[in-house]
């Protein structure tokens, strides 16, 4: 999808709301509409008149809008200029920058996740850190758009952020050299005994496309041109294309309802299935091991619910980040749309992800991450969010803390791991449970439900 096109399209869904603010053109608006209306004209002609300094008509206007986006969920917003060819640039998954996934929290700047791979991830950012200072000027309370542009650069330029880490009592002090991120959205290794490892680290275009080509190189790297097993890792990736995630799904199901979509118009029901985009399953036979953590959400979730569901895959790792709506882009005019939530998605057996994400069908604990017990008080996901949508089939909160529980099996240290020479051990045991079951009992798995 082309922002930058679909924004100069013909279709326009209210040329109103990009009028210019004149007295005369509120006027007329205040008079069709009703007392709201009347009271929005009223703040607005106090503000020209009395405000300590002028105040252009579209920075008035522009606020109005983002307040009124502001008031429904953390994911509708409008967007020009700037904002809306960053959005594109994100989506073509090239632009030059740190490589942050980032929130607004009470006026602070979150990190939902790092890609993986950029320069932020290689300095050690961690999903669930705040952002404070960019060389050293507090932005507390500015706008999240201004903050990712200050964090945006040159390639080659470095930056320094202050980090808050929850669990640590000193901030840290990182210096960041910006790059071009080109994210590659899929990479892949083969790991011993055969097992492939590809990694979907964000949904751009042509993802779908991207790992049917790494299953390929995957085929040509084995002795014997087969694959005993296969582990999907979409931890820490953020979300994209909703056509990305159903051509992904659609690689490993032959048949079924991928996910669907729920809105308040007719056009907004949408079913996507299998055997659309590909045709039968590119791993027929081989074992499936989706790794997930809270950093993984929307398209990730859609694609680990659709395997879960089938039984095609087994799900491992955290709870996801629970992102279970869809945003649509709608033209204004030439140079500026709106991001707005239009409908929920739901995994084939009718699970709404919105809230409660995804739970693995066995939970396995990032246990070589050092800060895994002090920042897990501290985890975000999409119900943290000030505004979100809520779960309208309502959630059990017990039995959402329930998979924190500690789990006998899993009682190693950060240090003892390293020892071992274990550097990431949600996908060391995923490899692991692969080598040791035999095929039948990882595709044959009962239901996690």
């Known amino acids: 999808m082309n922002i930058a096109a679909l924004a100069r399209s013909a279709a326009l869904v209210t040329a109103a ?35 300590v300094e002028p105040v252009e008509d579209d920075v ?17 917003a409008y967007l ?15 632009y030059s920058g740190l490589g942050l996934s980032v929130v607004e929290e009470d006026g602070a700047v979150k990190v939902v996740a790092p890609f993986r791979g950029s320069p932020a991830d290689r300095v050690g950012i961690k999903a669930g850190d705040y952002i404070t200072h960019l060389d050293g000027q507090l932005i507390y309370g500015l706008a999240l758009d201004e903050a990712v542009q200050r964090m945006r650069g040159q390639s080659g330029t470095s930056i ?33 005994g055969n097992i492939g490892h590809i990694s979907i680290n964000e949904f751009s275009r042509d993802v779908g496309a991207d790992v049917f080509a790494a299953w390929r190189d995957l085929l040509k790297q084995t002795s014997g041109g087969e694959l ?31 996910v669907s979509q729920r809105g308040r118009t007719r056009s907004e029901n949408i079913s996507y299935d299998a055997e659309t985009m590909f045709r039968g399953d590119i791993a027929d036979g081989v074992p499936i091991i989706v790794l997930i953590d809270a950093g993984s959400a929307s398209a990730s979730e859609i694609v680990a619910g659709a395997l879960q569901d089938h039984r095609r895959a087994v799900v491992m790792g955290e709870r996801s980040f629970g ?35 995804i739970k693995p069908d066995i939970r396995v604990p990032q246990l070589s991450d050092p800060d895994l017990a002090k920042r897990a008080r ?50 060391d045991y995923a490899l692991k449970t692969l080598r040791r079951a035999a095929p039948t009992a990882i595709a044959a798995r009962p239901s996690a439900r």
């Open 228 to 258: 005993a097993g296969l582990v999907l890792d979409m931890r820490s990736n953020p979300g994209g294309s909703l056509d990305e995630a159903v051509a992904l799904s659609d690689l490993f199901l032959k048949k079924g309802q991928i």
């Open 160 to 192: 320094r952020l202050t980090v808050f880490r929850p669990g640590r009592d000193e901030p840290l002090e990182l210096d960041v050299v910006r790059g071009v991120i080109e994210l590659e959205p899929v990479t892949w290794k083969l790991e011993p």
């Open 378 to 427: 501290f985890q975000m996901r999409e119900s943290d969010l000030r505004g979100h949508l809520v779960n309208e089939l309502g959630l059990d909160d017990d039995k959402m803390e329930a998979d924190l529980k500690d789990d006998p099996r899993f009682q190693f240290t950060a240090e003892e791991l390293k020892a071992k020479g274990v550097e990431d051990f949600q996908l």
């Open 323 to 357: 992102k279970g709506s869809v945003q649509s882009l709608l033209p204004l005019g030439r140079t500026a749309a709106l991001k707005l939530t239009t409908a929920r998605y739901y995994t084939p057996s009718g699970h709404s992800v919105q809230e409660g994400g």
């Open 80 to 94: 020009d200029g700037n904002d809306l060819q960053r959005l594109e640039t994100m989506i073509d998954g090239n």
């Open 17 to 51: 709301a990009l009028i210019p603010a004149t007295t005369a053109g509120m006027a007329q608006v205040e008079a069709r509409a009703g007392p709201q209306f009347g009271e929005l004209f009223a703040v607005y002609q106090r503000i020209k008149a009395s405000y």
């Open 60 to 76: 008035l206007i522009k606020g109005a809008i983002g307040g009124m986006l502001a008031a429904l969920d953390p994911h509708s």
